[in-house]
T-cell receptor, first 112, second 114 residues
Framework: DAEITQSPRHKITETGRQVTLACHQT?????MFWYRQDLGHGLRLIHY???????NKGEVSDGYSVSRSNTEDLPLTLESAASSQTSVYFCASRATANTEAFFGQGTRLTVV | AQSVTQLDSHVSVSEGTPVLLRCNYSSSYSPSLFWYVQHPNKGLQLLLK??????LVKGINGFEAEFKKSETSFHLTKPSAHMSDAAEYFC????????????FGTGTSLTVIP
């Protein structure tokens, strides 16, 4: 079955370190997204991509970057981790703009 | 501008009683609306979606929602709660005038009391 997977599921890192969270989907979806989930905020969009070599900033993109070198993967990089980036991160994908999105299981990141 | 307001951050119901989770939206254009459910330590799963067809939408696990344009609402209901319904529920709007981005409500935590 096609799926979307995130790794790692849990990560503890130190302030100032670079961290990369992986997202891999096997549906061949063009659209991919990264969200962070924080209490009282729901899910907020960090970055998104509509296809290979396409990346766009979302609502809360400061301190994050993404790259899209192939259809299946959209890694999220925290250039210099900060305690404010402690959160649960969700990756999502969808086939087109008019279809539903499918979500990964989430990555819980703690920055100490 | 698009926004989603979930009117209750927490809802508690007894098992076997009806569930009502309220959602109001704001959108300049005809939106698509979704309800997603998140069980503890899990990803988000689609419950149901409204995309300009029938205003009463049926989803999985006995849930349904009614799109009311005049009230800008999309409330989620279920006639009889089950223990397994305990989870976080998110109302989501997708607006065509913003590249079809998803805008999430802040979530409603549903507790089912045995």
């Amino acid at each position: 079955d096609a799926e979307i997977t995130q790794s790692p599921r849990h990560k503890i890192t130190e302030t100032g370190r670079q961290v990369t969270l992986a997202c891999h989907q096997t549906w061949n979806h063009n659209n991919m997204f990264w969200y962070r989930q924080d209490l009282g905020h729901g899910l907020r969009l960090i970055h998104y991509s509509y296809g290979v070599q396409d990346t766009n900033k979302g609502e809360v993109s400061d301190g994050y970057s993404v790259s899209r070198s192939n259809t299946e993967d959209l890694p999220l990089t925290l250039e210099s981790a900060a305690s404010s980036q402690t959160s649960v991160y969700f990756c999502a994908s969808r086939a087109t703009a008019n279809t539903e999105a499918f979500f990964g299981q989430g990555t819980r990141l703690t920055v100490v | 501008a698009q926004s989603v307001t979930q009117l209750d951050s927490h809802v508690s119901v007894s098992e076997g009683t009806p569930v009502l989770l309220r959602c109001n939206y704001s959108s300049s254009y005809s939106p698509s609306l979704f309800w997603y459910v998140q069980h503890p330590n899990k990803g988000l799963q689609l419950l149901l979606k409204y995309t300009s067809a029938a205003t009463l939408v049926k989803g999985i696990n006995g849930f349904e929602a009614e799109f009311k344009k005049s009230e800008t609402s999309f409330h989620l209901t279920k006639p009889s709660a089950h223990m397994s319904d305990a989870a976080e529920y998110f109302c989501v709007v997708r607006a065509p005038n913003t590249g079809n981005q998803f805008y999430f409500g802040t979530g409603t935590s549903l507790t089912v009391i045995p």
